[in-house]
């Protein structure tokens, strides 16, 4: 069982969340536990104060250290102190796929949500086992990315989707972004389901989904590709599609001469 535990001055977001899609089916499952710790619960004053303006001046309010370190305290004893505790920050590591797959083996995962100019150094130095961010822009806080997070790592848990091998196909799974998906009806404003897919053969629909997979990478993220372990037949495929590629923008330029 996993169990994540978020500090936040907003509880009633994390709860909300808590009871929607995957997670709320996790929980009801028995694979997930998430719990929110209200931080203003540990306020220096007893009136929900947890913050106050930086030293050395400037704009903005920075989280204290006495009310996060009594809240990441209170959550580490959840678990018996066997717990990892995240600062969710823009300095923190980039997350990809392979950082979440790497948290579900985290037993408990605290979150700890910053506000304002963010929070005491000291609490980073001396409560935080690491620091993770969702990307190169700010939030207004970390919710929003401990949000994400948990519904990120959720998905890979074994019974929180209907079928395990829905996120084996998900985008990033392979280190691919996602083939092209269809359902019905068949045509669409003039918009076929490519033909290969209401064939029935399922070797040839694997291997197109394969070549499209690798074929929107190549378009879409091509950084992605620089890294990909691709197989000879991979390449095959690729060259393959950017033939198919050049192919088609030959055709539509015939067409309109």
């Given amino acids: 069982m996993n169990v994540f535990t978020v500090v936040t001055i907003f509880p009633e977001l994390i709860d909300a969340f808590g009871i929607t899609g995957i997670v709320r ?6 694979h997930v536990v998430l719990n929110t710790i209200d ?19 400037g704009p903005g309010m920075v989280m204290m250290v006495s009310p996060l370190r009594s809240a990441i305290r209170a959550a580490r004893k959840l678990s018996a102190n066997r717990s990892t505790v995240v600062y969710l920050t823009p300095q923190g590591r980039p997350v990809d796929q392979d950082k979440i797959s790497e948290l579900t083996s985290i037993e408990h995962l605290v979150l700890v949500c910053g ?6 150094e000291r609490v980073i130095e001396d409560d935080v086992d ?3 961010s969702l990307g190169d822009f700010v ?19 074994p019974g929180s989707l209907g079928s395990d091998l829905s996120a084996s196909a998900d985008s990033f799974s392979a280190g691919l972004l996602e083939h092209a998906q269809y359902t019905r009806p068949e045509c669409v404003d003039g ?7 209401l064939s029935g053969n399922h070797a040839e629909i694997q291997r197109w989904r394969r070549k499209q997979s690798l074929g ?4 879409k993220r091509p950084d992605l590709l620089e890294n990909a372990d691709l197989s000879q037949n991979d390449r095959e495929l690729l060259q393959e599609f950017r033939a198919e590629m050049r192919a088609a923008g030959d055709a539509a330029l015939d067409g309109g001469g």
């Fill in 216 to 219: 929107r990478t190549w378009l």
């Fill in 191 to 197: 918009q076929y389901v490519p033909q290969v897919l």
């Fill in 115 to 120: 506000r304002y100019e963010g929070i005491d």
């Fill in 25 to 30: 089916r996790a929980q009801d499952s028995g």
């Fill in 130 to 132: 690491m620091e993770l």
């Fill in 139 to 157: 939030l207004s806080g970390g919710e929003v990315a401990a949000m994400a997070i948990i519904d990120a790592v959720v998905r890979l848990l």
């Fill in 39 to 57: 931080l203003r619960s540990f306020s220096v004053d007893g009136k929900g104060k947890i913050d106050d303006a930086p030293y050395g001046g």
